[in-house]
């Protein structure tokens, strides 16, 4: 079964064009992504307490419709790729409301200890790894 | 000769991890591009004045360094497609102090009326469509 | 009965302090305001509709305990002081988690118009007008 | 002679009532302390380096005229109070065109170590001690 992620948007995440700011959709993924991996209950904060850090390498968004304050977000985020070492996730955004696809994302992250030196973590995290592969193989499963 | 946006980074735009968040750096973009826009004597308070807005369509961003407060990046915006509907940008983001490129980034872009209504500068504004034109131009000479 | 708004904290609303940016629990005191608005059936975007709008004159906030990406803060705001004119609106924020004051907090705001021209409610909007007051009266009750 | 921060408002800064966010003001406040005590030749990042971090006790702020998107702001930040232990600024924010004061706001803050626990910079540091002392000599001298 697929996460969905639902929040509203807030008045101060607006720009004068009367709609969200196109940069704060980034942080409306990063949100997604952080809800959906402390759904499958390894969030970011026990990645960090175990000495994980997954920064970003890289963003993708296509802008397709705009929502603005009171209105609602589902976000839908996917891994596509994970091998250890670098992992892709896609996400799907839809205006609760109309139904209409918001934004067509896709972030690249890798993983690195605090120092953020680069991590492995099929040799370092076993048990982590598992986690996030057995993900990706259920994603293809449903796809 | 090329225009460059040099700006500190503010502690604010820092995250736990003690860099920058990456999504500072889409906004770090939209200043150099208007800053570079009001150097060109069309600021975007300009454009909106006369009822052109410039949305963002799509956004691109690899990161390949960070920088975190106090650092000072330089960037510089090129605009390698424009044809009266649409606007495509490329910025390169070094940090001052080591010269590293910070990100190597992208974003496309339409132009509209208050109403977010895609609009044709060739028909309408031909006077910002020429301003538009030439520094492409320009900027295809350095190249 | 009170509303109380709870919501967790995102990982790019952290400093390289490790811990929320002050600057971030003033947006958090506007999501409660208006959460609280729209729980009253009357959201901002309501009031925007109708063509009222609540711009905020004063912030103070003491910041007493703080909290970091992935806990969860609780927020209740109450109106303290409403003539129809000016509001003010005091807020308990406490972690979720230790049950912690996070900040102690009061935002100050008027009644404009579109164009930010102060309006009385009591004078243009008496359905609005009575809804605040009742909201003040209820709340002096539990007090 | 007054330390002076001049700095353009941001696209990204405004909200949808066309006007800067009223949250992106307590930003600037920390952007004006942090390069005014760089100018000092003490920036945050080298208190960092030391071992001294100052957080953030109390931010008020009155909201007396807006800026916008292109508008430049001039901030003038004062130490009013100081003791080794804790810390008050005063800000004078006005808008560079107009001549307007757009704000008017202060800020308490203490002194502490990288794990947040106060410390006493008259017992620890006794050099930052002394330059921060002797700035708010300075202050009192030109009032």
């Keep these: 079964m697929e996460f969905k992620y639902e929040r509203k ?13 196109h940069s704060n ?8 992504r952080c809800r959906w991996m402390e759904h499958q209950d390894f969030s970011m904060e026990k990645m960090e307490e ?3 850090t997954i920064p970003t390498l890289e963003i993708n968004c296509k802008y397709k419709y705009h929502v603005t304050s009171g209105d609602t977000i589902i976000i839908t985020p ?18 609760k409301k109309t139904g209409k696809e918001v934004i067509e994302a ?6 690195t200890d605090k120092t ?4 492995n973590l099929k040799k370092n995290y076993e048990e982590v790894y598992i ?7 259920n994603d293809i499963l449903y796809k």
Tied chains: 1, 2, 3, 4.
């Design 9 to 21: 948007i807030n008045y101060y995440e607006t720009d004068k064009m009367g709609i969200v700011h």
């Design 25 to 32: 959709y980034i942080r409306f993924l990063e949100e997604a």
């Design 50 to 52: 175990i000495g994980i």
């Design 78 to 95: 996917k891994i596509i790729e994970f091998n250890g070492v670098r992992m892709t996730i896609l996400y799907k955004m839809i205006d």
């Design 106 to 111: 896709g972030s690249k992250h890798c993983f």
């Design 116 to 119: 953020l030196k680069p991590i």
């Design 131 to 137: 986690k996030f592969h057995d993900l990706v193989e």
